[in-house]
Structures are given as structure tokens and as C-alpha cells.
């Protein structure tokens, strides 16, 4: 926002609520991917049947960041009309 804005009790409670239903989503996609990943080193056989949802959960949990990420610049009137930052030493690991 280029102002100061000024959040009311109720929707910092509604951002926090909606931040806490996507961290409860975003564990419940890693809890996935961690059950697949034991179950494929126990039974190495069942890997195929895994396999396919261990590799559908990262999209998953994008699509909550992006929903979430989404809902909160609205809110707060953030646009992406900013200037883009210079890339870090540390966006190259990604």
C-alpha cells in the first residue's frame, strides 16, 4: 500500500484464521508426501500407488499459498505494481 491502513479487530481475526487453515492444510499435504515415503521404504512395492500423490501434493500446496497470498494483498491493497526487487544470493537455491 502506498498509506497506512488500518485493519479491524475482526478481520485481523479473519486474516489469522484463514493464515491458520492454510498452515492446517499445507501439514496435512507434507503429512502425505512423509506417510507415502515411509510406506514406499517398508513396502517398495507399493511405490507406484505413492508415487502419484506424493507428486500431486506440491501443486497443492501452491495452489493454498496462492489462494491465501491472494485473499491477504487484497485485503491489505497490495498490488504488484511495485518495483521488482534485485534477485538474492539465496533465490538461486530455489
Known amino acids: ?6 485493519l479491524t ?10 493464515l491458520g487453515d492454510v498452515r492446517h492444510n499445507i501439514n496435512n499435504h507434507l503429512a502425505l508426501i512423509v506417510a507415502a515415503v515411509e510406506l514406499i521404504r517398508r513396502k517398495p512395492d507399493l511405490s507406484p500407488k505413492f508415487i502419484e500423490s506424493i507428486g500431486l501434493q506440491p501443486e497443492k500446496v501452491l495452489q493454498e499459498l496462492k489462494a491465501f497470498t491472494q485473499g491477504f494483498e487484497s485485503q491489505l491493497g497490495i498490488t504488484n505494481d511495485a518495483p521488482k526487487r534485485e534477485p538474492r544470493e539465496s533465490d538461486a537455491r530455489m
Open 1 to 6: 500500500p502506498l498509506h497506512p491502513i488500518t
Open 9 to 18: 479487530p475482526a478481520q485481523v481475526g479473519e486474516l489469522h484464521q484463514k
